[in-house]
């Protein structure tokens, strides 16, 4: 797949809010300053189409982009962003649950984990809720081009090991770059697949 066009359409606070009608939705998501909107603006070939900023917490509401006219990417808020109220995280932790419990439209979520670390415990616990919840989720390494191989190897093999206590079979897993582009001709690949089911 080639993305042609891709177009901010408008942020919502509720699932209910949000487009009506068919269309395919595709998600993104990660922990605060995974690199999420990097991603999205390297996949769409576009460099500001998602905001990206050093400060963690940029994204706030569920932004709904169309991407070739044809399905909606969905940028959620990143989990586990310290610096708000517990209030607001609890509030944002609800909003993105309720999302990808009830969203029909939505295809797959990618989740976003940062190949510079081994697992983290709040990643470990989004993704297991994920696989009790039965969401259709791939896992999408990001800043893999920031470590070396040896260390990318062990970081990701200490990951897959934890979640295997916990699936049967894991979910699909891509190694990306913002940087130099890696594994974005895997994921729309993908995306394309998944639209096509």
């Given amino acids: 797949m080639e993305i ?23 998600a993104f998501i990660g922990r605060s300053n995974v690199g999420k909107s990097s991603l999205i603006n390297m996949l769409c070939d576009k460099k500001d189409l998602a905001k990206t900023s050093k400060q963690p917490g940029k994204t ?13 990417l969905v ?5 586990g962003y310290a610096k708000i109220s517990q209030k607001t995280r609890e509030e944002w932790s609800k909003m993105i649950k309720y999302y990808l419990r009830n969203r029909k439209q939505l295809y797959v979520a990618f989740v976003l984990l940062d190949a510079r670390h081994t697992i983290q ?21 990001t800043k893999t081009d ?10 990701i093999g200490k990951i897959e090991s934890k979640l295997s206590a916990f699936w049967e079979e894991l979910p699909p897993r891509f190694l990306t770059s913002a940087n130099t582009t890696a594994g974005k001709e895997e994921l729309l690949s993908f995306v394309e697949k998944m639209l096509n089911t």
Wanted: one cysteine or more.
């Fill in 4 to 26: 042609t066009s891709s177009e901010y359409i408008a942020s919502y606070v509720r699932e209910d809010q949000c487009p009506q009608g068919d269309m395919p939705e595709i």
């Fill in 75 to 79: 940028d959620l808020p990143g989990y």
């Fill in 121 to 141: 415990k709040i990643d470990e616990e989004f993704v297991n809720w994920c696989g009790t919840e039965g969401i259709p989720i791939a896992l999408v390494y």
């Fill in 146 to 155: 920031k470590v070396k191989k040896e260390e990318l190897d062990y970081n």
């Fill in 60 to 72: 706030q509401k569920l932004n709904f982009f169309i991407i070739n006219e044809q399905w909606h």
